[in-house]
């Protein structure tokens, strides 16, 4: 697998490497902290009262906010570092990115506006659920069209507007709907009590049965695309290096049902955490070295030697502090919501 | 260009009014009437929004005044275009404009509400501790829902464990 970028050396070589590490984790873990935010408003309209809504928006409201900041600290990384793939990737999922954007606006105002309004709550339970569902959806078409590829002349987009609309990302887009809905479900069942918490650990089964179907499909479908992905996986001895990883996903899968059923609290969401760790590592796997697939390769895309060092300072000090911060909210937030949202909060 | 000359100088007029607002109210406070003097609270009043005002100038003034720009000297705006067609910018700017119109609408709606209904007298908060007396949120008055009565619903964050 290392035959790649050998033609650049030094600084020019492992930059891009270790940028592109960065990102991968900025992205992983927007998926999997707003991940969870997100199916918290996919699962938002199904619950069967406002009390239920209430403790579900509240398990999440100091926390969502920041959860976003990985989505930030992931596109200015593309914009500072990857300035040519940032300029061919947003023309290319113009209406995409838009549609995430406003439903994300859609669902953060509803934080603010659902608790203000008695007559007018109704809207925002469906803006916040909406919304959320939205910007998953949208995120799973940019996840699609990733996979399928981008038109690409010299250093430009050279695609249509909506190439990235085909029944194979609207296929991934409904799988991260589910995936999304399963660590929402999971979240749920770790942060409440009561016939809520067993609510959740239904919606949760449910949401993992279509989660691991949509998977099956999608995985099913990308040999079919007519892209280069499925040569790394079925090509000898790779395969048997891979094997493993759909193996895996089955089992952790397997985990999930089992500690749902068995009455765990925290096992089913830092399993489900694991099935999307498993899932990014699959793509990441699939698409390396391309930032662009199938044309534009981390090195390609990357700025000079002095401007990616120029941001890693920056980022130095960025991704530690997000970390300790992320990680000292969540220590605050700990435990399970108060059923009894008035008489405060946390218990 | 004649834009950029007006809206940097009303940026810097509305600057040099929030001083001049801050000056006078550390001389009311010395004289002892801050709180009393009804010029002061409504000039106050009328600067509420200045500071929007003065973001929005401010960005006029650098995005007009580089053009014809992006990167000024260097990266001229009709080179540095993205291949994104004039329809897909159309519905993006009409979406943002709907958006922003009711997100804005019912913010100020809110606003204005919270504003009728003035401060509550600190008596009258439910649940125990200065926590609760804390707003945490933007638009949250501390402890209160805005329609019904008072401390009806806990908006904004909840008490930290234990």
Same mark, same amino acid.
């Given at each position: 697998m290392f035959g790649f970028g050998t033609e650049y050396v030094g600084w020019a070589f492992w930059l891009p490497l270790l940028w592109a590490a960065i990102l991968g984790v900025a992205i992983t873990m927007y998926v999997v902290v707003d991940g969870f935010d997100l199916g918290i408003g996919i699962i938002f309209?199904?619950?069967?009262?406002?009390? #239920? $809504?209430? $403790?579900?928006?509240?398990? %999440?409201?100091?926390? #969502?906010?920041?959860? *976003? =900041?990985?989505?930030?600290?992931?596109? /200015?990384?593309?914009?500072?570092?990857?300035?040519?793939?940032?300029?061919?990737?947003?023309?290319?999922?113009?209406?995409?990115?838009?549609?995430?954007?406003?439903?994300?606006?859609? $669902?953060?105002?509803?934080? *603010?506006? $659902?608790?203000? /309004?008695?007559?007018?709550?109704?809207?925002?339970?469906?803006?916040?659920?909406?919304?959320?569902?939205?910007?998953?959806?949208?995120?799973?078409? %940019?996840?699609? /069209?990733?996979?399928?590829?981008?038109?690409?002349?010299?250093?430009?987009?050279?695609?249509?507007?909506?190439?990235?609309? =085909?029944?194979?990302?609207? /296929?991934?887009?409904?799988?991260? +709907?589910?995936?999304?809905?399963?660590?929402?479900?999971? #979240?749920?069942?770790?942060?409440? =009590?009561? *016939?809520? *918490?067993? #609510?959740?650990?239904?919606?949760?089964?449910?949401?993992?049965?279509? =989660? +691991?179907v949509l998977m099956g499909i999608v995985s099913a479908w990308v040999p079919l695309l007519g892209v280069q992905i499925d040569r790394r996986w079925f090509a000898w001895p790779n395969i048997v290096v891979l094997a493993p990883v759909p193996l895996l996903t089955a089992f952790v899968a397997y985990r999930i049902y089992r500690t749902l059923e068995d009455g765990y609290a925290a096992a089913p969401f830092l399993l489900s955490i694991g099935l999307f760790l498993r899932g990014f590592l699959g793509l990441a796997i699939s698409l390396f070295p391309y930032l662009v697939p199938p044309s534009v390769t981390i090195w390609q895309a990357a700025n000079t030697v002095e401007s990616q060092l120029f941001a890693l300072v920056g980022y130095a000090f960025a991704l530690p502090i997000t970390f300790a911060y992320t990680a000292y909210a969540y220590w605050v937030f700990r435990g399970k919501v108060a059923e009894q949202i008035a008489a405060g909060g946390y218990g | 260009m004649l834009p950029v000359f007006f809206v940097f100088r009303g940026m810097v007029a509305i600057g040099f009014a929030m001083l001049g607002l801050g000056v006078w109210h550390l001389y009311l406070r010395w004289k002892g009437t801050l709180f009393t003097n009804r010029l002061f609270l409504t000039a106050a009043m009328l600067m509420t929004p200045s500071g929007f005002g003065a973001v929005l100038l401010g960005w006029f003034t650098a995005e007009i005044g580089r053009q014809p720009y992006v990167v000024y000297g260097q990266l001229r705006t009709a080179d540095a275009v993205s291949p994104v067609t004039t329809g897909a910018v159309t519905i993006s700017l009409a979406t943002f404009f709907v958006a922003y119109l009711i997100v804005f609408g019912f913010g100020s709606y809110y606003l204005a509400k919270l504003l009728r209904k003035g401060p509550d007298p600190v008596e009258t908060m439910p649940g125990a501790g200065s926590l609760a007396l804390t707003s945490s949120r933007p638009l949250s008055v501390a402890n209160e829902g805005l329609e019904g009565p008072s401390g009806t619903r806990r908006p904004g964050a909840p008490l930290p464990a234990e």
């Open positions: 309209t199904a619950a069967y009262n406002d009390n #239920w $809504r209430d $403790r579900m928006m509240f398990s %999440v409201a100091p926390i #969502w906010d920041g959860n *976003e =900041t990985w989505l930030i600290l992931g596109g /200015a990384g593309l914009f500072c570092v990857f300035s040519m793939a940032y300029a061919i990737l947003m023309p290319a999922l113009y209406i995409p990115i838009l549609i995430m954007l406003i439903a994300l606006i859609f $669902r953060g105002v509803a934080f *603010e506006f $659902r608790f203000k /309004a008695d007559a007018s709550r109704r809207i925002w339970d469906y803006a916040f659920h909406y919304g959320s569902l939205l910007a998953t959806f949208a995120q799973g078409i %940019v996840l699609g /069209a990733f996979v399928q590829g981008f038109k690409v002349q010299g250093n430009q987009f050279a695609g249509g507007t909506w190439d990235w609309l =085909t029944p194979f990302s609207i /296929a991934t887009g409904l799988g991260l +709907v589910c995936g999304y809905g399963l660590l929402g479900a999971t #979240w749920c069942v770790m942060k409440t =009590t009561g *016939e809520l *918490e067993i #609510w959740s650990r239904q919606k949760a089964f449910q949401f993992l049965i279509a =989660t +691991v | -």
